[in-house]
């Protein structure tokens, strides 16, 4: 049976392929701003419920702040500095999360919340400070280097070992060139991106766990990836003129966000119906923000604002009572 | 031979049947003492037909019913009635109902019994049903009378309901792998009762004993066995009906608007009984099981007889006791006591232990994530409804089609934060009945007051037209011959004309009227010395007041004028 302690341990097992392939392939910074995400949303729900005086112990078992905080940590760049992440995650357990009242009651997906906040505040560190891949760095930074890089401490400098993401170089290095040049860049490695493909489908891997032990359902992610496919195929059937469908499904954080983040629950649309057009409006928003808006990734925006749209979504997307002609709509004023 | 057609969502919980199917059906010793509510069907409490010190014979009826209203109740046993008042039964509210306790005499003489006869028209054999005592067996304890005559014509479909789909229940299997004849007897004196073109028995596939009996039973006979996937609430009566049909009980309509009649198997046993033999339903077959029970299995016994005599023959371990339930344990309800009778809707009792049914955790809030909407067999939107009923909002509730809720609790039973779903939606259901019901009575009231109104304003005017002829009367008698034809030209003309207003209005509206302009004049004067500014506007007020003074002085005029004339 499940109980939702469970739903949430599944869910950090399911990133386990995701983030292992992060670890391996971007180095440690990555599990340093996982942890410290977590501890920091875990440290953060403790104080609040403190403060609300709801049971603290019992509310932090149930694993929806160390979700929160994973999340999070996976989404941010690994390199970023620890006060960064720090704002982040505390502004998504904090405003995100019990201004509206706690768990299950918040309107918005907590973790983006975090993310959008940092990325419009510190839009340099948030865009530039992605690791390049581990095999790319001329000295791979070890374990006590990315410490060193996230406390601010000691000498390294993060310049060496940091750069664009394939998303995010090849839309602005294609206006100036065709797609064979721009994919000559080592960051592309052999086949889509290098690393990030391996990312990507990792997540996919953990997703799939998920449907198949009917943790989520297929609705968001298929709609999500289906939507995202047709604008590729629609706007970017060029690869000369705008980012490939590969790079838009293997490059970023669409798995991830198809599979980790369109699917939190509490903050998306519940009937089957009202998923499809959840992960079909976010798939469009996705493409349309990175394609003609200025974020290389756009995970968040895109699940933000479809979150608004979610009563909308389940006050007309009903299912048809058995024993009536047609689905209700709406709701009683 | 299986289904082509399905409900939305179920569950498959542990069905833990093997546990009370592992005997035969026993019978229950008699007791010494039987309790019998009067009601134990839906509907009202019957009127009592005997009196404390009388003694009955079995099968005798205790209690008369009013066919729509209340069913009558028979004593199980010959003995004496030793008391008839209020004793606690077994309902979800523990409340007390009037009871008839009978002393048994242990001899079990049986009353005269009439069966139907051969010629009884079919209204008279649904009378005959509703004498008998026969009501739903399978749980809900509805009229079988009123279920039969609900359908205005004859069904199309007759379908016996066997699949029994709760767990832990397994009085109806025990029965049609035991005694595959009297339910086929039972089916086929429904199936020539209502008249229907198709008999169908649907059972889950989870009972191939039960399933094979029957078939064999069944031979000859055109009724068909069908054979539904196990998932929990296929025994629901609308999921069976769509299973085996395909189609679908309009909302807050019977299955009879479809052309379907569906019975309980043990009914229709019922129901062959009554009508063959004359026998009333003083028995019933019941499960016992759970892990507090070293002998567990079906028992079939008396109504009235009292649990704890059951549950010994069972062989309970009261240490081992932790929750009694009545019914399956989805649906059905704790009892707190064991002294409470059996009664005709009693499918099943579990006495569970601690291990068995823990206490639920504490329920956590609700995180949207839709398993209950997975498991809806409605297609509701549970959390949607559990939303706006924990909110007060159950108006939003009942537009979300709340009141298609069938309670078979597939939805608690999923949710991972524990949450008792389906007391919501009861609540909620019991609010807004209760709410229409006010209206209703508060509608009933406004329209009674409002008729009252009516007639009090109409004997008002009725009275003012008798006075006003008097005084005329008097007025004619006062003012002597010559006067009176012209008094009855005036009263004449008066009547003739159109209502207006009389002299001492207009009067009254010149002098206002007057009144005005002298107040305008003086303001307008008071202006020209301090004000310039406001000149114009004070100059076009008392034109308009001079103008309203020449018409109600024009209008006097005129009524003087005409009555002059008079």
């Known amino acids: 049976m ?128 992605w690791a390049l891949p581990l095999s790319l760095q001329e000295t791979p930074l070890g374990l006590l280097d990315s410490l060193s890089v996230f406390t601010g401490l000691g000498s390294a400098s993060v310049d060496a070992f940091t750069g664009a993401t394939p998303l995010d170089d090849y839309k602005h290095a294609i206006d100036g060139a065709v797609a064979s040049q721009v994919t000559a860049a080592p960051i592309y490695g052999d086949r889509i ?94 493409y349309t923000i990175r394609a003609w808006g200025s974020y290389p990734d756009a995970v968040a925006f895109a699940v933000l604002l479809m979150n608004l749209a979610v009563p909308f979504l389940d006050y007309y997307t009903r299912p048809r009572t058995r024993g009536h002609q047609r689905a209700g709509r709406g709701v009683p004023s | ?23 035969p059906i026993r019978q229950a010793p008699l007791p010494a003492q039987l309790i019998v509510p009067l009601r134990q069907h839906r509907g ?67 009353c005269e019994l009439a069966p139907c006869p051969a010629d009884a028209s079919t209204l008279e054999r649904y ?80 009972k191939p004993d039960a399933i094979e009996a029957l078939r064999q039973a069944a031979e000859g006979t055109g009724i068909e066995i069908r054979v539904v996937p196990t998932r929990y609430p296929s025994g629901g009566e609308k999921q069976l009906i769509q299973l085996l049909t395909g189609q679908e009980v309009p909302s807050g309509g019977l299955p009879a608007d479809i052309g379907v009649l569906c019975q309980n198997v043990a009914t229709a046993v019922a129901v062959d009984r009554s009508l063959r033999l004359g026998e009333p339903v003083i028995q019933r077959i019941t499960t016992f099981t759970g892990e507090a029970l070293t002998r567990p299995g079906n028992i079939e016994a008396r109504i009235g007889t009292p649990l704890d005599h059951l549950l010994f023959e069972a062989g309970l371990d009261p240490d081992q006791l932790h929750r009694l339930i009545m019914g399956g344990p989805l649906m059905g309800f704790d009892l707190t ?120 304003e109409r004997e008002q005017a009725e009275r003012e037209e008798r006075r006003r002829a008097r005084q005329q009367a008097r007025e004619q008698r006062r003012s002597g011959e010559p006067a009176e034809a012209g008094g009855t030209e005036t009263g004449a003309a008066s009547a003739a004309a159109p209502p207006g207003p009389d002299r001492e209005t207009l009067i009254q509206r010149r002098d206002q009227a007057r009144q005005k302009v002298e107040e305008a004049e003086a303001q307008l004067a008071e202006a020209r010395e301090q004000t310039p500014e406001a000149v114009p506007k004070l100059e076009r007020a008392l034109n308009k007041h001079r103008k309203r003074l020449d018409a109600a002085e024009k209008a006097l005029s005129d009524a003087r004028e005409e009555a002059r004339s008079c």
Request: with cysteine; hydrophobic share 45%.
């Open chain 2, 337 to 456: 006591t064991t002294g409470l009778p059996l009664i005709k809707t009693a499918n099943c009792l579990i006495a569970g232990t601690a291990e068995e049914f823990p206490d639920s955790p504490i329920p956590q809030p609700c995180i949207r994530c839709g398993l209950c909407e997975q498991a809806c067999p409605v297609d509701l939107l549970p959390q949607q409804l559990y939303w706006f009923a924990s909110a007060g909002e159950h108006h939003k509730a009942e537009h979300f089609d709340l009141f298609d809720c069938i309670e078979c609790g597939a939805c608690d039973w999923v949710c991972p934060s524990h949450l008792p779903l389906t007391d919501y939606y009861r609540h909620s259901k019991g609010v807004l009945r209760q709410e229409k019901k006010e209206q209703a009575e508060a509608d009933h009231a406004r329209q009674r007051f409002e008729e009252r109104q009516a007639r009090m």
């Open chain 2, 127 to 206: 009378d005959h049903l509703h004498r008998t005592g026969v009501v739903g067996l399978g749980g809900a304890g509805f009229p079988t009378r009123d279920k039969l005559q609900s359908a205005s014509e004859a069904p199309k479909v007759l379908i016996l309901n066997g699949a029994e789909c709760e767990p832990y229940i397994t009085a109806d299997q025990a029965l049609m792998r035991e005694r595959p004849d009297s339910v086929i007897a039972g089916a086929l004196a429904l199936w020539q009762l209502v008249g229907a073109a198709q008999c169908l028995i649907g059972i889950e596939d989870n």
């Open chain 1, 193 to 286: 991106a290098l690393g990030w493909e391996w990312v990507n489908l990792g997540f996919l891997a953990g997703g799939l766990l998920l449907i198949q032990r009917r943790i989520i359902t297929w609705h968001i992610p298929v709609s999500l990836l289906g939507a995202l496919t047709f604008m590729a195929l629609l706007f970017g059937y060029d690869p000369d003129q705008s980012v490939p469908l590969g790079l838009h499904l293997l490059a970023g954080g669409t798995m991830f966000g198809a599979f980790f983040i369109a699917t939190d629950p509490v903050s998306a649309a519940t009937s089957n119906r009202g998923k499809l057009w959840y992960g079909a409006g976010i798939g469009v928003l996705l």
């Open chain 1, 2 to 129: 499940l109980t939702s302690q469970r739903i949430m341990l599944w869910v950090m097992a399911a990133t386990l392929p995701g983030l292992l392939a992060l670890i391996h392939f971007f180095g440690w910074g990555v599990l340093i701003s996982v942890l410290w995400c977590m501890g920091v949303a875990m440290a953060t729900e403790a104080l609040i419920l403190w403060i609300r005086a709801r049971p603290v112990q019992r509310t932090l078992m149930d694993g929806s702040a160390a979700l929160t905080g994973l999340l999070l940590g996976l989404s941010l760049p690994p390199l970023l500095p620890w006060w960064i992440a720090l704002v982040a995650t505390a502004s998504a357990i904090i405003l995100a999360k019990h201004l509206y009242g706690g768990l299950g009651s918040n309107l918005f997906n907590p973790a983006m919340v975090g993310y959008a906040l940092v990325l419009v505040s510190f839009p340099e560190a948030m865009t530039t400070r």
């Open chain 2, 44 to 110: 009202d409490p019957g009127h009592v037909l005997v009196a404390v010190g009388d003694r009955v014979l079995t099968g005798q009826p205790l209690s008369e019913g009013e066919p729509g209203l209340s069913v009558p109740v028979h004593a199980p046993t010959s003995g004496t009635i030793t008391a008839i008042g209020p004793h606690e039964v077994p309902h979800p509210s523990g409340l007390e109902e009037t009871c008839i306790h009978i002393e048994a005499d242990g001899q079990d003489q049986w």
């Open chain 2, 1 to 23: 031979m299986g289904t082509r057609y399905d409900f939305p969502g179920g569950i498959h919980p542990p069905d833990n049947k093997q546990q009370s199917l592992q005997t």
